[in-house]
């Protein structure tokens, strides 16, 4: 009962004030575990203008478990699996480095982060992160694409 309580608070919180480009609301009014996120693109990435629908489920353990994040909208990006997915690595979301104490609006704006500084070091898609590291024009030309096609 007490993390039912928590996440109403922070979902409360999150309506009430949101982070700069992030809009929070239930996927379903009758389940507190399953939200969705709009986020914007961050300005000067090449996700600007883009509006990005997120999911994040929590787990009926939550604080002491963390949330999952994933993207609803196809991104090109090295820090999110280019299936169906759209899986979200994040560190301070894996078990061992996750803290009760986090909250998910400081998910987030971390993860909104990622989308202005993809962290190629922590890549889930080698290949994009890769591109990211050598071939910087030729990856803000083609997440420039994918953001216009998928989150327009």
């Not at 039912?4 to 379903?28: C, F, W």
């Not at 987030?108 to 080698?126: K, T």
Request: glycine share 6%; charged share 30%; aromatic share 10%.
């Amino acid at each position: 009962m007490g993390s039912q309580k928590r996440i109403a608070k922070e979902l409360h919180e999150l309506v009430e004030s949101p982070p700069e480009g992030i809009t929070v609301k239930l996927a379903d009014e009758d389940n507190l575990y399953e939200w969705r996120v709009f986020m914007d693109g961050p300005e000067g990435s090449p996700y600007q203008n883009g509006k990005f629908q997120i999911k994040l489920t929590l787990p009926t353990e939550y604080p002491f478990k963390p949330p999952t994040v994933s993207f609803a909208t196809k991104i090109y990006h090295p820090n999110v699996t280019n299936d169906d997915k759209g899986s979200m690595c994040l560190g301070m979301l894996r078990p061992d480095e996750w803290k009760p104490s986090s909250k998910i609006g400081a998910v987030l704006q971390f993860a909104r982060q990622l989308l202005a500084e993809p962290m190629p070091d922590d890549a889930i898609e080698g290949r994009i992160a890769e591109q990211y590291r050598n071939d910087r024009k030729h990856y803000d030309e083609v997440a420039r694409e994918w953001t216009r096609k998928h989150a327009s």
